[in-house]
T-cell receptor, first 116, second 113 residues
Framework: EPEVTQTPSHQVTQMGQEVILRCVPISNHLYFYWYRQILGQKVEFLVSFYNNEISEKSEIFDDQFSVERPDGSNFTLKIRSTKLEDSAMYFC??????????????FGPGTRLTVL | GENVEQHPSTLSVQEGDSAVIKCTYSDSASNYFPWYKQELGKRPQLIIDIRSNVGEKKDQRIAVTLNKTAKHFSLHITETQPEDSAVYFCAAPLSGGYNKLIFGAGTRLAVHP
C-alpha cells in the first residue's frame, strides 16, 4: 500500500539556522499539507498546497515558513530562521481531493525537529 | 472561532469494555469527519471517517455516529483490547477551509488487561 514518506526522521538544529523538511506524497495525490504537533499537544494545520501554490495557511505559517514542490515528487517545508518554539513533530499529508470536507488525508511518519 | 472540542481528554477502561469519545464542531457546512489513532511516536492513522449523508458507520469493533443538528460526532470502540491503547483525535474541516482539518485536543485511551 502506498505511503507518504518523510526525511529526515529527526533533525537537530541551532536556533537561527534554516531547515528543510522533505516529503514524498502518495504518487497520484494532488493536494499536500503540512501539520505540526508540539510534544503532547494536538495536531495543528500549517499549510495546504495545490497546483504549485498555497491554497490555505494558518497563523502559525508566517514569513519564516515556505513550501515548495521542486520536482513533481518532493514537497518541502522550509523554516528560514528556526526558533526554539519551532521544536515539534512535523507531519506531511496528502490527499486526492481538494476539499478537506470530503478528503481523506494520509499522514507521513513525521520529522521530529529539535531546535537548540 | 475555529474549534473542535473533544472529550474526555483521558479515558481508562478494562479490556472488553466499550469506550466512547465525543467531539463537537462549529461549522455547519462541514460534512466529513475523520478519526485518527496515534500510537506513541508514530503518525496519525485514519481509522474511520463519516460523511454527513449518513448517521452511523461501523467497521468491526469501531463505529462513528454523527448528529448534524447538534454538530457532534462520536467514536465508539467495543470489546476494547490493550492494543487499542493510543491517543485518538477527531477532526473536521472548519470555517470554509476547503483544505484544512482542525483537530480536537485528543483523547488518551488506556485499556487495562
Amino acid at each position: 500500500e502506498p505511503e507518504v514518506t518523510q526525511t529526515p526522521s529527526h533533525q537537530v538544529t541551532q536556533m537561527g539556522q534554516e531547515v528543510i523538511l522533505r516529503c514524498v506524497p502518495i504518487s497520484n495525490h494532488l493536494y499536500f499539507y503540512w501539520y505540526r504537533q508540539i510534544l503532547g499537544q494536538k495536531v495543528e494545520f500549517l499549510v495546504s498546497f495545490y497546483n504549485n501554490e498555497i491554497s490555505e495557511k494558518s497563523e502559525i505559517f508566517d514569513d519564516q515558513f515556505s513550501v515548495e514542490r521542486p520536482d513533481g515528487s518532493n514537497f518541502t517545508l522550509k523554516i528560514r530562521s528556526t526558533k526554539l518554539e519551532d521544536s515539534a513533530m512535523y507531519f506531511c499529508a496528502s490527499g486526492t481531493s481538494g476539499l478537506a470536507r470530503d478528503n481523506e488525508q494520509f499522514f507521513g511518519p513525521g520529522t521530529r525537529l529539535t531546535v537548540l | 472561532g475555529e474549534n473542535v472540542e473533544q472529550h474526555p481528554s483521558t479515558l481508562s477502561v478494562q479490556e472488553g469494555d466499550s469506550a466512547v469519545i465525543k467531539c463537537t464542531y462549529s461549522d455547519s457546512a462541514s460534512n466529513y469527519f475523520p478519526w485518527y489513532k496515534q500510537e506513541l511516536g508514530k503518525r496519525p492513522q485514519l481509522i474511520i471517517d463519516i460523511r454527513s449523508n449518513v448517521g452511523e458507520k461501523k467497521d468491526q469493533r469501531i463505529a462513528v455516529t454523527l448528529n448534524k443538528t447538534a454538530k457532534h460526532f462520536s467514536l465508539h470502540i467495543t470489546e476494547t483490547q490493550p492494543e487499542d491503547s493510543a491517543v485518538y483525535f477527531c477532526a473536521a474541516p472548519l470555517s470554509g477551509g476547503y483544505n484544512k482539518l482542525i483537530f480536537g485536543a485528543g483523547t488518551r485511551l488506556a485499556v487495562h488487561p
